[in-house]
């Protein structure tokens, strides 16, 4: 660019604001043409109804007055439009919109937010400040006492989901896993006990989030056997989890049928402890030829080849991986589009990944209840992003007994 032509653009100090009521302004009229769009759509679809002069029966009829919804660019004035329905009452509909709810006041967005900033150690009296300073100083609602309010409404929907009815429920593959957070448990020895479902149609389901001992036989045994007493009487196909005996031990107690696979990623965490660092790259490929062999077949020599490279150098590394041979082979039962998901606990792990903690604790601890309100609606928010397994067509034959070898359904097995 030519030097005397070059212009210097200068922000003002509070660029930033500025900015923010630019994106505001564009959020609002996002919202709005949204909203008009939804209405539009509503009144179209109902367009052949007519009076006897031919005039429409569902019309627009002005807006609602404004009011304000809580986003994460703060406070953003909507007017919703009103709709009018002139038929019969007994036909008649009232218009709701999915995109504004009559009683919305506050984005998800800003919901989820709460529960993440408690677990990050922000204390209620300083929530003010803290959303404040990320949704603006005028955003209504951001007091301590309506934070207060709103842990007490999580606890008590956490509470009755943990009652919820369970009868018919099947779940084919379940995961579980206990996850320890560096935040506001008094108890060194405590962690959240997480299990996860998929059901006959291949969704994946929140089954239980709980704390417990150390991942203790005795906490996963009161786990599984409150789940069988809300309904859940049928034994899952498939459990997958790490090591810890505490669950394993539970399992063959409450649901002896289930079959069980090791979690790949936390056996291979477990060898390579035992090797320098000097050799785990090699190892770790080795390992990971195992359990991305098409066949069992293959992955067994593949097996055979780690335990006899390493026995000598390595012996416990090699002894920590062959004492869970049978169990970290199991998924060759079972149809090769689940193999991804059953391989492994991360369908856990990834989930509680963003809510993990490596910080301090801050300020003492919380309550039991608060803490566990918090990951659940954590929890809760990210399950809506889960998707469904692959080959979830293959599910009802797992159910009905079908047989599979290497991924497929064996020779000789009804189809």
Known sequence: MDENNRQ???????????????LRSGARRLLADAVESEVEEYISARKEFVDEQGHRQVVRNGHMPERSVLTGLGEVPVKKPRVRDKRDPNVRENFESKILPAYLRKAKSVEHLIPWLYLRGISTGDFTDALSSILGDGAPGLSASTVVRLKAAWEAEHSEWEKRDLTGKRYVYIWADGVYFNIRLADESACILVLMGATADGKKELLCVTDGFRESEESWRAMLLDLKSRGLEIPP????????LGFWSALRKVFPSTREQRCWVHKTANVLNYITKKHQPHAKKMIHDIWMAPC?????????????????????AAQCLEKDREVLLTFYDFPAEHWGHVRTTNPIESTFATVRLRTRRTKGHGSRAACLSMVFKLAMSASRRW???????LLPKIISGVQFRDGVIAEGAAA
């Open 387 to 393: 998707r469904s397994l692959n080959g979830s067509d």
């Open 8 to 22: 210097i653009i200068k922000f003002p100090e509070n660029a930033k604001d500025a900015l923010t009521e630019v």
């Open 296 to 316: 069992r077949a293959d992955a067994e020599r593949a097996f055979e080849l780690f335990v006899e490279t390493w026995i000598a150098k390595f012996s416990k």
């Open 237 to 244: 196909n498939l459990a997958v989890g790490d090591g810890a």
